[in-house]
């Protein structure tokens, strides 16, 4: 068990509205990331963090922004929230360099 | 970049049969992991197992073995003795090591049926 707790787990929501997931952890681990999980596409990397304050872009950052304001947590918010974006995201931690990644168990986000 | 292709979408076995499972990436990178990653229908991500590039010898765990051939660019998965809890979907990912935190890519995933 990596300590990796999403919240919501389930979230239904109007076009237009922003949204914002949390991602916590316990363990104090430097990296953590965010993806998105749609059909045909598999897991897609939107942002990640490396540390307090330190995060880049990945392939899909288009409509989302992130914060790390403390180890434990990452955010992950929807400004003005899209149908596009109706997703299962998952929030992932790896305990280092050249160790695997552990997830949480995804939060559902449908859009209307 | 890197891309990581997983070319069966679906694919089904007999329960206690065995079944392959192909992954192939594309990367210039000399170092560097890869894994699998088995998705249940409870939505969970499991790793199911690693190997490292430097390393020859392929990685087994149990009843799960991988394939890797470096030089071709592949790192199938072998499961043995297929059990009904094996049914989920299973997405290949590649690890390519960064300082500021290593990157992962993931391939578009193989759902596997294990049929009684």
């Known amino acids: 068990d990596a300590g990796i707790t999403q919240s919501p787990r389930h979230k239904v929501t109007e076009t237009g509205t922003p949204v914002t997931l949390r991602c916590h952890q316990t363990e104090n681990h430097r990296y953590m990331y965010w993806y998105r999980q749609d059909p045909g596409h598999g897991l897609r990397l939107i942002h990640y963090?490396?540390?307090?304050?330190?995060?880049d872009k990945g392939e899909v950052s288009d409509g989302y922004s992130v914060s790390r304001s403390k180890t434990e947590d990452f955010l992950l918010t929807l400004e003005s929230a899209t149908s596009s974006q109706t997703s299962v995201y998952f929030c992932a931690i790896t305990p280092g360099l050249n160790q695997p990644q552990h997830f949480g168990d995804g939060t559902r986000l449908s859009i209307l | 970049a890197q891309t990581v292709t997983q070319s069966q979408p679906e694919m089904s076995v007999q329960e206690a049969e065995t079944v392959t499972l192909s992954c192939t990436y594309d990367t210039s990178e000399n170092n560097y992991y890869l894994f699998w990653y088995k998705q249940p229908p409870s939505r969970q991500m499991i790793l199911v197992i690693r190997q490292e590039a430097y390393k020859q010898q392929n990685a087994t765990e149990n009843r799960f073995s991988v394939n890797f051939q470096k030089a071709a660019k592949s790192f199938s998965l072998k499961i043995s003795d297929s059990q009904l809890g094996d049914t989920a979907m299973y997405f290949c990912a590649f690890m390519k090591l960064k300082s500021t935190g290593n990157q992962f890519y993931f391939g578009t995933g193989t759902s596997l049926t294990v049929i009684p």
């Open positions: 963090s490396y540390g307090v304050k330190d995060t």
